[in-house]
T-cell receptor, first 111, second 113 residues
Framework: RKEVEQDPGPFNVPEGATVAFNCTYS??????FFWYRQDCRKEPKLLMS???SGNEDGRFTAQLNRASQYISLLIRDSKLSDSATYLC????????????FGTGTKLQVIP | DAGITQSPRHKVTETGTPVTLRCHQT?????MYWYRQDPGHGLRLIHY???????DKGEVSDGYSVSRSKTEDFLLTLESATSSQTSVYFC????????????FGDGTRLSIL
């Protein structure tokens, strides 16, 4: 089983739609969780951290479920500019910040 | 954007030649990382550094070496490049606290022919 698993997609959604991605992780000792966004041929950029109580940043909502070991990202009112690959990132500490990246979920927002 | 600069941005070279990639940061972060990204694999850690002259291996370190002589610079060297090392290489920086995210440079596209 991969340490971090994501559905690769692509998710093709119309503008204005709501879309959700899930990401599962295997190590119950994982401490921190993030969603990154990666545009084609660009570097990953931090979208948002994921907190235990859930958190929202504009149209984006992130949730963490430690019992079931998954995190989710909800995007409301999708924009064309949301088209990208979304990477789930899980970290452990222990001398250095051990970071495991998911392979990403591709989102294509269609006009 | 975090102050991270990678050079070169693109490079094409031949099998067997040495290649050095440079990562420069202006954030004074203690930790620096080199990753490679390939289709179907996501980002994989090659080497990381936790201070000047302090480095350690990641999960895909074979064929790579690193050096960090200054806080701001982290070099990745392919001593004798092979076609399997064709990839996109990203440098990242991070703070000690694992609750803080890493930030990435623009990447280097390396092609080994």
């Amino acid at each position: 089983r991969k340490e971090v698993e994501q559905d690769p997609g692509p998710f093709n959604v119309p503008e204005g739609a709501t879309v959700a991605f899930n990401c599962t992780y295997s190590n119950s000792a994982s401490q921190s969780f993030f969603w990154y966004r990666q545009d084609c041929r660009k570097e990953p950029k931090l979208l948002m951290s994921v907190y235990s109580s859930g958190n929202e940043d504009g149209r984006f909502t992130a949730q963490l479920n430690r019992a079931s070991q998954y995190i989710s990202l909800l995007i409301r009112d999708s924009k064309l500019s949301d088209s990208a690959t979304y990477l789930c990132v899980v970290t452990l500490s222990g001398g250095y910040q051990k970071v495991t990246f998911g392979t990403g979920t591709k989102l294509q927002v269609i006009p | 954007d975090a102050g991270i600069t990678q050079s070169p941005r693109h490079k094409v070279t031949e099998t067997g030649t040495p290649v050095t990639l440079r990562c420069h940061q202006t954030e004074n972060h203690r930790y620096m990382y080199w990753y490679r990204q390939d289709p179907g694999h996501g980002l994989r850690l090659i080497h990381y550094s936790y201070g000047v002259k302090d480095t350690d291996k990641g999960e895909v370190s074979d064929g790579y070496s690193v050096s960090r002589s200054k806080t701001e610079d982290f070099l990745l060297t392919l001593e004798s490049a092979t076609s399997s090392q064709t990839s996109v290489y990203f440098c990242a920086i991070g703070r000690t606290d694992s609750n803080q995210p890493q930030h990435f440079g623009d990447g280097t596209r390396l092609s080994i022919l």
